[in-house]
């Protein structure tokens, strides 16, 4: 594998695609939904590598190497050489098609020598869980990573990026193909749960309608007092952790919208009533540890140098952090080492395992990587 790394700003984005010294066969785009060069980039991009495949999303930061940027495209340019590809698509009409649209994409990529795949979905009008339980079910030996596309801390429209097309309500898979391919992925947090653990008394699918028996959006702004008035941005702030059964690892939901008049809240995955939930909240020192674990298991699983590190970290992660975001991408750095190239994005939720041998899962607020070599 061949791989060179790009930060494209809108004024020299022509410029240095001329830098781009590999034939490239595979673009990886993460894209600031204020660069308006968009098409043109990718116009560009398909005239010049007319066999490549270029997929990618908006983001709500692009990570290039150690570097948090707004307003530019993360580019990797890369060179399979023992690794086949394929790209796959799925409109999203509504959010409750997400499992059926897992489920297509899955079969559209299937095949036996699949080793593991790429993937990035509209961040707005997805079930993430759904979409991720949907994968899994047609393909339960295959890893899978990824995320859900951003639009800074603005909720208003993501897209993702499948050749020379943008668009919304779409989910995009990257197949990975062959026995030389060698991938890593980890996926932590570094949040701290408080308060008291309370019931999921009434809910529909990603919908929570009542805790303990009360509106769950009355219940919840009690707990943010003057930063309720910034819902739903400031949800990143005050995430869920979930626990689905007694025995199970908690899992982290973000908010996305909420409606006043049903007093509720909607999130980027799932929240089965019966399940029980409590509020987090996060400190620097954490989430650049749970970043740094996340390198370490990621690296641990493949027992050797990556040529590839793909970072995909929770915007809400970014919002507490603040001027020190690149700390965590650091960390990571310091973990993984030299060689490999970092790419990623700031997101509205991340597609992992835990680690080598857990179930693929919807994650929120967690720093996810993915580690990619040849051998």
């Known amino acids: ?25 595979l673009f990886l785009l993460f894209v600031s939904p204020e660069f308006t060069a968009k098409q043109e980039l990718l116009d560009t991009i398909s005239h010049s590598y007319p066999d490549a495949l ?43 098609k997400s499992l059926s649209a897992g489920r297509q994409l899955a079969k559209q990529l299937d095949d036996e020598d699949l080793r593991h795949i790429l993937i990035f979905s509209d961040g707005l009008n997805v079930n ?39 668009s919304d309500k779409m989910i995009v898979g990257l197949g990975l193909y062959g026995d030389a391919l060698k991938v890593g992925y980890g996926s932590k947090g570094g949040w701290d749960s408080f308060g008291i653990e309370r019931l999921v008394t ?18 919840y702004k009690s707990f ?28 982290v939901r973000t ?18 009533q019966g399940s029980y939930v409590r509020l987090m909240k996060a400190n620097v020192d954490r989430l650049v540890g749970g970043a740094e674990s996340s390198a370490k298991v990621a690296i641990d699983s493949i027992k050797q140098t990556a040529d590839l590190a793909i970072l995909i970290s929770c915007v809400g992660r970014r919002l507490v952090l603040k001027q020190l975001v690149e700390e965590e991408v ?35 607020q967690t720093m996810t990587i993915t580690t990619l070599s040849e051998c």
């Open 224 to 251: 943010l007092g003057e930063q309720a008035n910034n819902l739903p941005s400031s949800g990143l702030l005050f995430p869920l952790s979930l626990r689905i059964h007694e025995n199970s690892i908690p899992l």
């Open 330 to 364: 650091e960390a990571v750095r310091h973990v993984v080492g030299k060689n490999p190239i970092i790419t990623g994005f700031y997101s509205y939720g991340e597609i992992a395992p835990f680690g080598e041998f857990s179930p693929c899962e919807l994650h929120n």
């Open 54 to 96: 270029i997929i990618g999303c908006s983001t709500a930061g692009e990570i290039s190497d150690i570097h948090v940027s707004d307003q530019t495209v993360s580019l990797t340019a890369i060179r399979m050489e023992k690794t086949g590809t394929r790209m796959a698509t799925v409109k999203v009409a509504k959010m409750d």
């Open 128 to 166: 993430g869980a759904d979409l991720v339980e949907g994968l899994r079910s047609e393909l339960p030996n295959v890893s899978i990573t990824g995320g859900l596309a951003g639009d800074g801390s603005d909720f208003k429209k993501t897209f993702t990026i499948d050749n020379q097309n943008i």
């Open 255 to 272: 908010i996305l919208a909420i409606n006043e008049k049903a007093q509720s809240l909607t999130f980027a995955g799932n929240i089965p």
């Open 1 to 25: 594998m061949k791989a060179l790394q790009l930060t494209l700003s809108p004024s020299n984005w022509e410029h240095e695609l001329f830098k781009i010294n590999i034939d490239a066969d």
């Open 202 to 219: 009434k809910s529909d699918n990603n919908v929570l309608y009542e805790l303990d028996g009360l509106p769950a959006l009355e219940l």
